[in-house]
């Protein structure tokens, strides 16, 4: 395990902490898990034409995210529900264009160095995640209280709700390396969930899910390490550790309950 491969698998978690956030609050605690999995069919292609998986996975979920903003429009229906149907098409898709041991690297994840094109992605693209949920941190929070409260004080919502899905499946695609299609939900839920039940604001549930997400991954890549275990299974164990060890901490009040 090099520091390389530690610093890109927390910028991962401190881009899933921030996405998390929202998730939860969302009501979309049970959308990053079928999302991911839209990831397969890109992994497939890209390995086919001999290029980096990351980039072929992120491709596919850019354009998964994309398609569920459309339906969601045409159906009026919720997002979990049209990722559901995005998510079934894409596994069918996937299963024929990823096998063998790919296929198991893709759902668990896999390890090896990462590349310089996939090092300088990966810390870009968490930057701009950061950056995205810092600057429009308020308008997302009145988005989910109401929509069309968010309308009358000028918030676009469809095209903030797209940066959002884009922005959600870009943080699953530079996550995958370490935790895989399976996996790769778990950190983005667990954290934020954790957080929420402890954290007596929005200020406070936001840092602490960084904090848990990175804390989880670096404690999982290292114990992994030391076990040679594959990293995915160790980080989600160590998240869920936390949340069960957050269960003795008092409840926080009704502040972050979205």
Known sequence: MTTEVVLLSVAAAIAAGLIG??????????????LSHVALPGIGVALALHREPLFGAVAALLLGAFLVWVLQGKARATTEPIIGVVFSAALAIGSFTTSGENLIDALFGGGGTPSVAETVFVLLAALTIAAFVIRERNRLLVMIVSSDLARTAGVNVR???L???????ITIGI???YLGVLLMGALIIIPAVTAKGIARNIGQMLS?????AALATTIGTLIASRLQQETGPIIVLVAAGGFLLSLLVPRANAATRA
């Not at 956030?21 to 979309?28: D, E």
């Not at 940066?163 to 499946?169: C, D, R, W």
């Not at 602490?208 to 848990?212: D, H, I, K, R, S």
């Open 208 to 212: 602490m899910t960084v904090a848990l």
């Open 175 to 177: 996550g995958l390396r």
């Open 159 to 161: 095209r903030l709700d």
């Open 163 to 169: 940066v959002y899905l884009l922005m959600f499946a």
């Open 21 to 34: 956030s929202f998730a939860v609050m969302r009501g979309m605690s049970l959308a990053a898990d079928p």
